[in-house]
Structures are given as C-alpha cells and as structure tokens.
C-alpha cells in the first residue's frame, strides 16, 4: 500500500486539490518546483544539516549557494565525495574545480555518455534528487523537480548506484593546460 501511496503523492496536483495533496503525502517525502519555489534553498537547508556524511553526483554543478554549502559541510567535518559527469573536466574552471580547490575528493564518470544524475545522499538517511541540476539555470529559468527523501532503505539503493558509479569513474586532475595537453 505504501508504494501505492508514493506513486499517487508524485501525481501533478494542482487547483482545490493541491494544498490536500500536501497534507497526505507521506511523511518521508517532500517534493520542490521550479519556477515558483525555493528548490536551491532546500538543497542548501539539506546540506547544512548533514553530519557525517555527503555523497554527490552531479551532471550540472555551477550553482554558487549549492557548492559553497558543500565547501562549508566539508570544513566543520563532514565527508563529501563528488563523482561528476565528464562535461565538468574540460579546461575551464567548473565545480570539479571549485571542490577540488576546497580539498573534496572529486571523481570524473566517463562510462557513460552522460552521468545526468542529480543526487546527494546525506548521512546514509536522506536522499535529494530529481531533474534540478545544480546549477542557477535550474532554479532561474528551468522547469524542475527536486525530491527530498529521508529513507535509510532508499538512501542504501541511492548509495548502492554511488558506489557502482565510482568504480567506473577516475580521479579529476584539475584544470589542464590546453598548451601542455595538444601534443599528447
């Protein structure tokens, strides 16, 4: 019944219905719109309450608000591990760099064509994910959807797909030099 009860509270609800919708949605989830709400806010307010423990994949990974609460979580202690798409490994400067800067294991996946998740997995027990990238545009201009879970059996799954993403990704080596890379 419970799953039943998930799928239904994901159904586009809006009118009379939508503050009722609210109201029954199970207590372990909520969901965020964009544009409309404050979806950047959340995430930051979910990484801010984080104590042990951030895992993150991210295909779009600019937003300023967004990487410096991961910087902030990494300095009071917390573990952060970032694996991002390929996109962020070109010679510019991107969040693979800021995180790197910052002293945060940075992970590149090239497995795939593109590693589009959207997810931070917070101390084993919350899961933030959706269409939202992380980026400004996601909150400015782009019609998204963000999930805040808090299931440690959802969270395990989340962490499961992490891990198997890791083993196929390789270590960010920084900003390259294009001058210093042409000849290889």
Not at 17 to 43: D, K, M, Q, W
Not at 59 to 81: K, Q
Not at 125 to 134: D, I, K, L
Not at 142 to 166: M, Y
Request: proline letters at 5%; glycine letters at 8%; one cysteine or more.
């Amino acid at each position: 019944m419970r799953l039943v009860a998930f799928a239904f509270a994901l159904l586009p609800v809006t009118g009379a219905y939508a503050e009722h919708a609210r109201s029954v949605l199970p207590p372990f989830v909520s969901v965020c719109f964009t544009p409309g709400e404050n979806c950047e806010g959340r995430i930051v307010q979910e990484i801010g309450e984080a104590r042990r423990q951030i895992l993150v994949q991210a295909y779009g990974f600019t937003s300023p608000p967004i990487l410096d609460a991961i910087r902030r979580a990494a300095d009071r202690g917390v573990e952060v591990l970032v694996i991002l798409d390929k996109s962020n490994d070109r010679g510019r400067y991107s969040g693979a760099t800021f995180m790197e800067n910052a002293g945060i294991p940075v992970w590149i996946d090239t497995a795939p064509g593109i590693a589009h998740n959207k997810v931070l997995i917070i101390d084993h027990q919350t899961v933030v994910t959706g269409s939202y990238n992380f980026t400004r545009a996601a909150g400015k201009r782009n019609a998204e959807n963000l999930l805040v879970i808090s299931s440690r059996p959802v969270a395990a799954r989340f962490e499961e797909n992490w891990n198997s993403r890791l083993r196929s990704a390789r270590a960010y080596e920084g900003v390259q030099d294009p001058a210093q890379t042409a000849g290889q």
